[in-house]
């Protein structure tokens, strides 16, 4: 089969005008980015199309090294209610610069089921993720100059909880020391960078519920503790203005287009293992407005992914999925069940049913917010029918829907059986009110404990010292009704990222809380999750180029 990049390259596209009339949007609202890009005004939302169309979240199993294909099952069933003529758009998040050079290599679907230009989407796209970057360094530089200027007059931070960003990943940066030099070269301070889908400006960004909702939220963040013990914000510095013009452009949502010519809004792109893993409540609000059927997909497994879309995105903006879909796979599904990863492709009906434990434990979580799910197998070549059949039987006896997608090979006619499973199950058996995992006035020690306990099968939480100072602050600060966003590894329902499967036995350890309190969430880290990826030994940038003025190895 061609590779991701060439059927991209030989797919027709339409202009981005063309996807616009099919929706609905009327040609001159869009700011074109090029031929086949244009950004969105958010101002075309309509609340009461909102709440009358039907929103499909797309999650999955714990992921593996292996892959599980969430991008490519959400794009897929676009394809396929297109097909059955549905009224269909897909939205979904902006890839990352880090990943796509690092391990992954792009994240725009797969075979004949992608977003397009996905060349353009996997890059530089239209400049979100370096408005984004360039606002929080910003705030930093702002922070630092503002430190250095009123020195002299007995001002100084005790603590600065602001650090830098970059969209690489670069373990060298973790740590760092800044202001070295003369003292006109700064004030000394240690700091540091995460990765810039990790940074409180895109999660504000996919938060924010207009451009008034941006200003206050940016005027909200916390850029740490002043020498006499109060909390200092951005609304301090006296900047948010001058923020908000670098986020102008980046808070539009962006629309492209599948293989199919399906509408696509692609927007935000924050982490779901270190942040909360949505796209932007705006471009899910927007695909709502003019589509029917709107998937969008949480990153990681659905103890991450899908828990902060329900816990965090819905609990503030009010969104009600109608249906979740599950990913799984086969290779996954070995791998939970103890099957090396150069074995996964080889018949283990053993490792099989080990590793079915896994989803099951992901299928009683997503039930248990009210949401009534279905299985999505994606098929590799090395399946048998043996494997799949055990595997339908499986979730019959579960009252789970199950079917086979083949979107990747076939496009939308391979998720045609997906589509209608989608709408009957949407029609026979509606999804209830949400029932969301703790109540907003717990303690942060109850909702972490409850996310542990009723998510992970965990025995509890502990709390490291510094995440107990932290406690103490939110305390202080009156701000422990905010949601938690744990920072966890996505490959294990617990911290240790080697236990796949269903641990049981385990707590989860809580050594830092990030206060976000522009996003308006606390970010617990759990284990030895770090906030900035470093790149593996062979990185996908070795096997990117361009060759006769054509881009090479993205996927």
Same mark, same amino acid.
């Given at each position: 089969?061609?590779?991701?990049?060439?059927?991209? =390259?030989?797919?027709?596209?339409?202009?981005?005008?063309?996807?616009?009339?099919?929706? @609905?949007?009327?040609?001159?609202?869009?700011?074109?980015?090029?031929?086949?890009?244009? #950004?969105?005004?958010?101002? !075309?939302?309509?609340?009461?199309?909102?709440?009358?169309?039907?929103?499909? !979240? /797309?999650?999955?199993?714990?992921?593996?090294?292996?892959?599980?294909?969430?991008?490519?099952?959400?794009?897929?069933?676009?394809?396929?209610?297109?097909?059955?003529?549905?009224?269909? +758009?897909?939205?979904? =998040?902006?890839?990352?610069?880090?990943?796509?050079?690092?391990?992954?290599?792009?994240?725009?679907?797969?075979?004949?089921?992608?977003?397009?230009?996905?060349? #353009?989407?996997?890059?530089?796209?239209? @400049?979100?993720?370096?408005?984004?970057?360039?606002?929080?360094?910003?705030?930093?530089?702002?922070? *630092?100059?503002?430190?250095?200027?009123?020195?002299?007059?007995?001002?100084?931070?005790?603590?600065?909880?602001?650090?830098?960003?970059?969209?690489?990943?670069?373990?060298?940066?973790?740590?760092?020391?800044?202001?070295?030099?003369? &003292?006109?070269?700064?004030?000394?301070?240690?700091?540091?960078?995460?990765?810039?889908?990790?940074?409180?400006?895109?999660?504000?960004?996919?938060?924010? #519920?207009?451009?008034?909702?941006? =200003?206050?939220?940016?005027?909200?963040?916390? !850029?740490?503790?002043?020498? *006499?013990?109060?909390?200092?914000?951005?609304?301090?510095?006296?900047?948010?203005?001058?923020?908000?013009?670098?986020?102008?452009?980046?808070?539009?949502?962006?629309?492209?287009?599948?293989?199919?010519?399906?509408?696509?809004?692609?927007?935000?792109?924050?982490?779901?293992?270190?942040?909360? $893993?949505?796209?932007?409540?705006?471009?899910?609000?927007?695909?709502?407005?003019? @589509?029917?059927?709107?998937?969008?997909?949480? $990153?990681?497994?659905?103890?991450?992914?899908?828990?902060?879309?329900?816990?965090? &995105?819905?609990?503030?903006? %009010?969104?009600?999925?109608?249906?979740?879909?599950? /990913?799984?796979?086969?290779?996954?599904?070995?791998?939970? $069940?103890?099957?090396? +990863?150069?074995?996964?492709?080889?018949?283990?009906?053993?490792?099989?049913?080990?590793?079915?434990?896994?989803?099951?434990?992901?299928?009683?979580?997503?039930?248990?917010?009210?949401?009534?799910?279905?299985?999505?197998?994606?098929?590799?070549?090395? *399946?048998?029918?043996?494997?799949?059949?055990?595997?339908?039987?499986?979730?019959?006896?579960?009252?789970?829907?199950?079917?086979?997608?083949?979107?990747?090979?076939? %496009?939308?006619?391979?998720?045609?059986?997906?589509?209608?499973?989608? /709408?009957?199950?949407?029609?026979?058996?509606?999804?209830?009110?949400?029932?969301?995992?703790?109540?907003?006035? *717990?303690? /942060?020690?109850? #909702?972490?404990?409850?996310?542990?306990?009723?998510?992970? @099968?965990?025995?509890?939480?502990?709390? $490291?010292?510094?995440?107990?100072?932290?406690?103490?602050?939110?305390?202080?600060?009156?701000?422990?009704?905010?949601?938690?966003?744990?920072?966890?590894?996505?490959?294990?329902?617990?911290?240790?990222?080697?236990?796949?499967?269903?641990?049981?036995?385990?707590? +989860?350890?809580?050594?830092?809380?990030?206060?976000?309190?522009?996003?308006?969430?606390?970010?617990?880290?759990?284990?030895?999750?770090?906030?900035?990826?470093?790149?593996?030994?062979?990185?996908?940038?070795?096997?990117?180029?361009?060759?006769?003025?054509? +881009?090479?190895? !993205?996927?």
């Amino acid at each position: 089969m061609k590779s991701d990049i060439e059927i991209a =390259r030989e797919t027709p596209l339409a202009p981005i005008t063309a996807i616009a009339e099919k929706m @609905g949007v009327p040609g001159d609202a869009l700011e074109p980015y090029g031929r086949y890009c244009a #950004k969105i005004p958010e101002d !075309l939302i309509d609340e009461e199309k909102v709440k009358q169309h039907k929103l499909i !979240l /797309v999650t999955s199993i714990s992921s593996t090294k292996a892959g599980i294909g969430k991008t490519t099952v959400s794009v897929g069933l676009a394809l396929g209610l297109s097909k059955i003529g549905k009224k269909t +758009i897909v939205a979904l =998040r902006e890839p990352s610069l880090g990943p796509c050079f690092g391990m992954k290599g792009g994240a725009a679907g797969g075979g004949y089921a992608q977003v397009l230009p996905m060349d #353009k989407i996997n890059l530089h796209f239209t @400049g979100d993720f370096h408005a984004i970057t360039s606002a929080h360094n910003m705030i930093a530089a702002l922070l *630092d100059n503002y430190i250095y200027q009123h020195r002299n007059e007995g001002f100084a931070m005790r603590e600065v909880l602001w650090k830098r960003v970059l969209d690489v990943n670069d373990r060298n940066l973790r740590y760092i020391v800044t202001g070295l030099g003369s &003292k006109t070269d700064g004030v000394t301070m240690e700091s540091g960078f995460d990765i810039t889908p990790a940074s409180e400006i895109m999660a504000i960004l996919c938060l924010a #519920k207009d451009q008034d909702d941006l =200003r206050r939220r940016i005027e909200n963040i916390l !850029l740490g503790t002043t020498i *006499d013990g109060k909390p200092f914000y951005v609304r301090d510095l006296g900047v948010a203005g001058a923020i908000c013009v670098l986020l102008k452009d980046a808070l539009h949502p962006n629309l492209v287009q599948t293989t199919e010519q399906t509408p696509a809004i692609v927007h935000g792109g924050p982490f779901a293992n270190i942040a909360h $893993g949505c796209n932007s409540v705006l471009a899910t609000k927007l695909a709502l407005t003019f @589509g029917d059927y709107v998937i969008t997909e949480a $990153g990681f497994g659905a103890d991450l992914g899908a828990e902060k879309f329900y816990d965090i &995105k819905c609990r503030k903006s %009010g969104l009600q999925p109608s249906l979740t879909v599950l /990913v799984a796979g086969s290779h996954g599904l070995k791998m939970h $069940g103890g099957v090396p +990863i150069d074995e996964i492709k080889q018949p283990n009906m053993e490792g099989l049913k080990q590793g079915v434990k896994n989803m099951d434990r992901h299928i009683r979580n997503i039930r248990s917010f009210g949401q009534t799910v279905i299985v999505c197998f994606n098929r590799y070549a090395s *399946d048998t029918e043996e494997e799949i059949e055990f595997l339908r039987q499986h979730c019959k006896e579960m009252g789970v829907g199950f079917v086979v997608n083949n979107a990747f090979n076939e %496009g939308g006619s391979g998720a045609v059986e997906l589509a209608h499973l989608v /709408v009957d199950t949407i029609e026979t058996s509606p999804s209830m009110p949400l029932c969301l995992a703790y109540n907003d006035n *717990d303690s /942060v020690e109850e #909702k972490a404990n409850a996310v542990a306990r009723k998510i992970y @099968g965990a025995d509890g939480v502990t709390f $490291g010292p510094a995440a107990k100072r932290m406690i103490d602050k939110i305390n202080e600060m009156g701000i422990s009704h905010y949601p938690i966003c744990i920072a966890k590894t996505q490959y294990s329902f617990s911290a240790d990222q080697k236990a796949y499967g269903v641990p049981t036995g385990f707590k +989860i350890n809580i050594r830092d809380i990030v206060i976000n309190c522009g996003a308006e969430m606390l970010v617990l880290i759990a284990g030895d999750l770090l906030r900035m990826p470093g790149l593996p030994k062979s990185p996908q940038a070795e096997r990117i180029d361009l060759v006769n003025g054509e +881009i090479e190895g !993205l996927s």
